[in-house]
T-cell receptor, first 109, second 113 residues
Framework: KNEVEQSPQNLTAQEGEFITINCSYS?????LHWLQQHPGGGIVSLFM???GKKKHGRLIATINIQEKHSSLHITASHPRDSAVYIC???????????FGTGTLLAVQP | DAGITQSPRHKVTETGTPVTLRCHQTENHRYMYWYRQDPGHGLRLIHYSYGVKDTDKGEVSDGYSVSRSKTEDFLLTLESATSSQTSVYFC????????????FGPGTRLLVL
């Protein structure tokens, strides 16, 4: 069993829909990262959070430390949001990240 | 965008040949990482560096070596490439150890025939 699990693995949405991607982890963490990988392959960091909620534009990330669960929400989705979304957990005393396998999101016009 | 480049961006090589991938940064960040990305797996850490000449193994280090002689350069070497090392390789950097955002390079596609 992977230490970081994402769901769903694939997601297709219509433009304008509200999207939720989930991430569960089994390790103790000091931070949880959300990243975006576009079809061209480049990886961009979206959020790093250790508690509560963060918002950037139409993206919202939440984390529940007790439940070892994080969610990434996209409001008013757009085709340009189509990408792979990856969560990664950072262990307490280490600088290493443990990555989920990603969620492939396709937003159709 | 963080100043990270990788070279080459694409490479085709034959089994048994040595291959060196280069990661170059202009951010003066202390930490540098090499990952590989394969279908069905998340990014997996090969090696990382926490300073000049200071390196350590990641979870999939077998068959790989690294060197960091300057802050800005982190080299990944496949001493004798195998088909199982066909992958996309990403370099990343971070400024500090604790919970820092990692910035990723554009990736190198390696095909070992």
């Amino acid at each position: 069993k992977n230490e970081v699990e994402q769901s769903p693995q694939n997601l297709t949405a219509q433009e304008g829909e509200f999207i939720t991607i989930n991430c569960s982890y089994s390790v103790g963490i000091s931070a949880l990262h959300w990243l975006q990988q576009h079809p061209g392959g480049g990886i961009v960091s979206l959020f790093m959070l250790s508690s509560g909620k963060k918002k950037h534009g139409r993206l919202i990330a939440t984390i529940n430390i007790q439940e070892k669960h994080s969610s990434l929400h996209i409001t008013a989705s757009h085709p340009r949001d189509s990408a792979v979304y990856i969560c990664a957990a950072k262990g307490g005393a280490t600088n290493k990240l443990i990555f989920g396998t990603g969620t492939l999101l396709a937003v159709q016009p | 965008d963080a100043g990270i480049t990788q070279s080459p961006r694409h490479k085709v090589t034959e089994t048994g040949t040595p291959v060196t991938l280069r990661c170059h940064q202009t951010e003066n960040h202390r930490y540098m990482y090499w990952y590989r990305q394969d279908p069905g797996h998340g990014l997996r850490l090969i090696h990382y560096s926490y300073g000049v000449k200071d390196t350590d193994k990641g979870e999939v280090s077998d068959g790989y070596s690294v060197s960091r002689s300057k802050t800005e350069d982190f080299l990944l070497t496949l001493e004798s490439a195998t088909s199982s090392q066909t992958s996309v390789y990403f370099c990343a950097i971070s400024a500090n150890r604790g919970g820092e955002t990692q910035y990723f390079g554009p990736g190198t596609r390696l095909l070992v025939l």
